[in-house]
């Protein structure tokens, strides 16, 4: 028998096992399903929560803002820098407000706990982690009370898996004297 005609015969063999236990009727006449998470499925934006406090600055001054993510007992997210790239650090942003200059966040030291899913102890939060934003106020900025939007990425975890990031989102009352 050819090669080729081989081939054939081994990829149609191939084919009728592979759908052998398969008693559903596939359509593909339409997009790919998009799957639906399971009643009562843990996400990140459950188990993980935000808050900002209030901070006080002179105009030319700076200060920094303290972001507080609340991390439900038995989770944990990764820290900022995340153990390997793969992973989704906890990342906090600032939007630009004019007047005002948000600098780099400062990430609290990590602590380093070893899961079943990862071969290494992983560098994560768990808690309270306090992160703090610079902020640097303009010399000509108007006096008053500044809403400076903030938004801080998580990806929270178990001891077993981990769940679909997501965007928390807070607002910093800034106020210029």
């Known amino acids: 028998m050819?090669?080729?005609?081989?081939?054939?015969?081994?990829?149609?063999?191939?084919?009728?096992?592979s759908s052998c236990g398969n008693n559903q009727p596939v359509d593909r006449s339409g997009p790919p399903a998009t799957p639906t998470p399971a009643a009562?499925?843990?996400?990140s934006a459950d188990v993980v929560k935000v808050q900002a406090a209030n901070v006080a600055l002179s105009a030319g001054g700076n200060a920094d803002a303290a972001v507080t993510l609340s991390i439900s007992p038995n989770f944990h997210v990764n820290a900022n820098p995340a153990s390997y790239s793969y992973l989704i650090p906890s990342e906090l942003k600032a939007e630009k407000l004019e007047g005002l200059t948000a600098g780099k966040p400062v990430y609290p030291a990590a602590e380093k706990k070893k899961f079943q899913f990862a071969p290494e102890p992983l560098a994560v939060y768990e808690g309270e982690?306090?992160?703090?934003?610079?902020?640097?106020?303009e010399k000509n900025i108007t006096n008053g009370t500044l809403s400076l939007p903030v938004s801080v990425r998580v990806q929270a975890c178990?001891?077993?898996?981990?769940?679909?990031p997501a965007t928390l989102k807070t607002t910093?009352?800034?106020?210029?004297?």
Request: charged fraction near 15%.
């Open 158 to 164: 178990d001891h077993e898996q981990c769940f679909p």
């Open 172 to 177: 910093i009352s800034v106020e210029v004297k």
């Open 40 to 43: 009562g499925m843990v996400t």
């Open 129 to 137: 982690a306090l992160i703090k934003l610079p902020l640097y106020a």
């Open 2 to 17: 050819p090669i080729k005609s081989r081939l054939f015969a081994l990829s149609c063999i191939a084919l009728v096992f």
